[in-house]
């Protein structure tokens, strides 16, 4: 009993000791990565970058930043990282008495803390870098303003004709860049670098649009005093001339238009005068799309005259013709209704062709007779005699549509005697065959069947010889006869096939009636089914029976008529 206690006591003591030695190991790891982190923040390079920002200008916003960032700094050097050093000696401590909880609880403070001192340096040195970066941006990018900003007032004095009044404006705007140069140069020399930032990025947005203004306003000021002005004046020039030549062109009111546009451009030279530029570009786009328009109208209602005055009557001769190849269609088709059926609506096509060519006569002569009054815009005219002719040739394809359908029945009917000629002979040859293959006897249902073709042959050579024909009804005759005598043939061949094989199963049935003498009745019924033509009832009792004795027989049947089959 004592040998057990002391081996539990010594377990216990083991297990302890492997507790203390693990946790012992798992929190001195931890407290060396927060001691290796803690060492990190404290080396990171804000003295160095300090350093940097004392070689600047130390007076104004620079002066009062750098204060702060040291003060901040020292904070962290002389009171965060020894408060972090402190707990790092109490964490030490309460794992070396084996207080793992208390030193578990004491890391998650010291990480806590270390956070925070992060957050801090990295404030520090984020906004050190940009107060540094900024003084070397704007030292740098200054010199680039400026050169822009002198490179376009040379720009303006050397082509100062080209701006027009616009000159003076844009001179008064550069000076005023020019003078927001000097407020950077007081902002950097006052340490302000990043209230100098701000100032430089909003100069370089007014000089971007500077430099735009400078090469749209000449551009533009050409477009505006010459070239559209120009255009305006050849399109009333040319809009007059097409009047004297008796050209309707009211409905247009281009002077009205041209008016509105010459207004536009008067007050487009205004705004250029002040350098609005993005309004005076709506104005020249919107002058040059509609100049673009008039020139496309008025070219429109010269093709237009072009088309109608080349016309010369021909779509009414045209008309003309369609009227009479309509006279002709009507005769036709009287003499095709003498030896075909036409239903009403075949039959109608003609006259209706004829009433719509008439209509469309009346409209050609309406649409003559105001070109000869010549107070109708060409255009107008034009589109009218587009649909006229665009209607006369659907009335062509039409007729041409009808011809060809009246020349289809006598094809047709040609066909359709040949295909029923055909049937005939199909059927003569079917005969043929079941009379020589010398059947015992025909089923009652093959003889309907036989009937029905020869019956629907019959009704097909009848519906031919009526007149007049009527060939739908022919073609519905012929088509039922066809599928009459496909399936007489196909039951044909499987009546012949039926009937040698039940005459074979009959003849290897009777082999087992000396040795199974039960077969016989069965047999005797399946003989005379046979000799009555009923083959598929002798086929079904013949097999019945002979399975019935030999379960193995049908199949040995089976295998023998394959082998005598050519």
Known sequence: ???EFVIGAIIVVLIFLIYAMVGRKRNAKEIDQLDMKKTELLHRPV??????????????????LFDRWRAEWDEVVTVDIPAVDEKLFASEDQVDKFRFGAAKKTNNEIESRLVQIEKKVNSILSELEQLVGSEEKNRAEGEDMYTRQREAKKRLLAHRHTFGKAASVLEIQLDVIAGRFDKFADLTEDGDYLEARELLMEIQAEMDIMEHKMVRIPVLMTEVNHTLPAQLSEIEH??????QDGYMLDHLQIEKEVNELKEDLNRSRDLLVKTEVSETELIVKDARDSIEFFYDLLEKEVMAKHHVLKDEGETGTVIHGISEQNDDLLEQTDLVKQSYQLNGE??????????EIYHLEKQYEILYGRIEEEKTAYSFLHDELKDIQARMEELKKEQEGFSAFLQTLRKDEVEATKELQTLKNRLQHITRKVKQSNLPGIPDYYKELSEDARVRIHETG??????PLNMKAVREKLDAANGSVEHLANKTD??????????????FGNRYRRTHPSIGPKLNEAELAFRQADYSKALELCATAIDKVDSKGLKRFDAQFKEEQP
Request: aromatic letters at 2%; a negative charge; proline letters at 2%.
């Open 47 to 64: 003295n160095e970058e300090l350093a940097k920002v004392k070689r600047l200008n130390m007076t104004g916003q620079t002066e009062s």
């Open 462 to 467: 009848t519906n031919l010889n009526e007149k």
């Open 494 to 507: 499987e009546l012949i096939e039926q009937v040698a094989l039940s005459e074979r199963m009959l003849q």
């Open 1 to 3: 009993m004592m040998v």
């Open 346 to 355: 075949e039959a109608d096509v003609p006259k209706r062709l004829k009433e």
């Open 238 to 243: 040319g809009y007059k001339e097409m009047k």
